[in-house]
């Protein structure tokens, strides 16, 4: 398949899904901030963003010629502020970003879609490798980190955001938690996606909690 640059969020959907079968491997609403993230990066990287003490801020309103990611950016120009990353990820406010991502991948023959209908009735897409060489090569990249490989500024960030997001634990055996902690420390794309989960993670526990005390009878 194509070997044209992919960006964090291409990367990031490539490793988010199952080689055996296409199956998602995170849920929708953790894939779809990590996603934007992912493009917050990549926007930083071309120079369109910048961190400014703890805040995300524009710094040059160009476009960059990628549909998506310039979606982001009017996004950002229109608010008209700096803000930190993990408010951004909530601003923006991703529904269906992970859709236009396989449909991209599917363009470029990483992905084969099945299209049908449920009931006859209502239209379905569904997802499986048509071509599992890059995945394997991304995954890879990951892996020689895990075995101790130096790696560049780029595969930081795909580190943090596959690690913050859960993508990673289903693809790598990790031994050494601490040391990819202290790795991805200081990516704060990945950051955003870890105050996001927790958030989440801590509100679903209470929800619980509360479930549980109501069953019991207490007040």
Known sequence: ???????????????????????????????????????????????RVELRGADLAVVDRQPVGDAQLDAVLSQMVKVGKALPPS?????????????????RLAERGAFKADKSRVLGL?????????????VREVTERLGQVVRGRKPDARTITLFALTHHSGV??????????KRIDELVRDDWAGQAVKTYVDKTTTKAGDSGDMVTLLAAGGS
């Open 122 to 134: 209502f239209p379905v897409e569904r997802y499986a490798y048509d071509d599992t060489e890059l």
């Open 1 to 47: 398949m194509s070997r044209q640059q992919l960006t964090f969020a291409d990367e990031l959907i490539l490793l988010a899904h199952r080689e055996s079968d296409g199956k998602q491997l995170i849920p929708n609403n953790v894939l779809n901030i990590s996603l934007t993230a992912a493009e917050l990066a990549e926007l930083a990287a071309l120079g």
């Open 168 to 177: 990673l634990k289903h693809l790598i055996a990790i031994d050494d938690e």
């Open 87 to 103: 408010k951004w990820l909530i601003r923006i406010n991703p529904v269906r970003w992970g859709r236009h991502y396989l449909r």
